[in-house]
């Protein structure tokens, strides 16, 4: 079995730059990567990680190892590997399968090797990693004791998975803990969904009108920055009860076939698909600018789009021009796959040292319970939120009050 699969293993130094870089700016790894080094709690674990591989995702791989863990490494989306970090961690001898750019096929061969070490403890986002695990590579279920699921759409397949009776390991939704989803979907998201399409475009965003596809944790970050830069925002929604938030929020809501004339860029993060289809597209502005920020490319229905599209040239970097046959063009970001991700750094720093202190915190509670746990989608423990909470507060040397035992008592009474 190959150490690893890296597209240049020269780009180390630049990759271990910007790894040092996160590490400065994620305190709660800081303090977990100390503890571990001391208390090693992962001696002798192996565990396969399927997340999209950046600094912040090489530091978390690192934290793990400082605690014993032998990590194996897969991105988790055929453009959001970041070939200077899987080189900086192939360096150290870490398992590294994994490049910028690999085909379909070489995408599910980097998760299958990555699956090859045998993992006790998997960690996905997207749920591809689990997938394989399922429909391939049955032979190496009896080894693993759970894992981790960083993302609302890995979510939504592993409850699919539990529903049908398919699921055959614990999971933990890490996506779903308030110190995931409240703070990496919302302002993680809103802030470099933004960056992205900026330096990807270099237009100005003020006095745009932005259509924003869905108003749930993510896209209310992604419309919640926009109005900030001063565009106008028009959202989309399938959910009654978001849509009445968008509108109280102060966005104009309505269809998508009402808001394709008006926009000027477009953004989706629903997590479902054909959200923006040629359909639409024929009613746009020419030249207007599509991206996608939910986990899959098909938001934004690229298959159709490649079908229907008349002519297609790269119009600059990350951004492909495609002519309709109204003559319209229209321009698609990272080829409608996740536009913070896929042609940009991803979250800031701060906000990925929350996510990945609750997976690591997960990663220990799977371990601590192993062989106790159901096959099941679990929650994370208020106690993990809690203590990720405590942690970034201190960080940032911020103290708030504490109930008294008579407020306690009050809050707990009935009879008042
Ligand atoms: P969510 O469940 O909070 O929100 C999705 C919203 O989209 C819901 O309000 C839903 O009603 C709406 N929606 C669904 N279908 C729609 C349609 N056809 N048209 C308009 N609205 C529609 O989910 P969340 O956490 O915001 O995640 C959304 C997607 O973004 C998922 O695929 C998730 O995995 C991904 N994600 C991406 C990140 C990134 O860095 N780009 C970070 C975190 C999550």
Partial sequence: ??????????LAPLGRQKIEWVRNNMPLLNGLEEQFKKEKPFDGVKISLSVHLEAKTAYLCEVLAAGGAEMSVTGSNVLSTQDEIAAALAVTGMKVYAYHGATAEEYNRHIEMALEHGPNIVIDDGSDLINMLHNKRTDLLKDVWGGCEETTTGVIRLKAMEKDGALKVPMVAVNDAKCKHMFDNRYGTGQSVWDSIMRNTNLIIAGKEVVVGGYGWCSKGIAMRAKALGARVIVT???????????????EVMTMEKAAPRGDIFVSAT????????????????????ANAGHFN???DMEELERKAVAKKETRPNIMGYWLENGKCVNVIAEGRLVNIAAADGHPAEIMDMSFAVQCLSAMYILENRGKLENKVIDVSNEIDNLVAERKLAAWGIQIDKLTSQQEKYLSSWNL
């Fill in 298 to 300: 098909v938001e934004i």
């Fill in 1 to 10: 079995m190959k150490q690893n699969e890296v597209r240049d293993i020269n």
């Fill in 237 to 251: 929604e399938v959910d009654a009860v978001s849509a009445v938030e968008a509108v109280m929020d102060g966005f």
């Fill in 271 to 290: 997590g479902c698909n054909q959200v923006i289809t040629v359909k639409y597209m024929l009613n746009m502005k020419d030249r207007a600018i599509l």
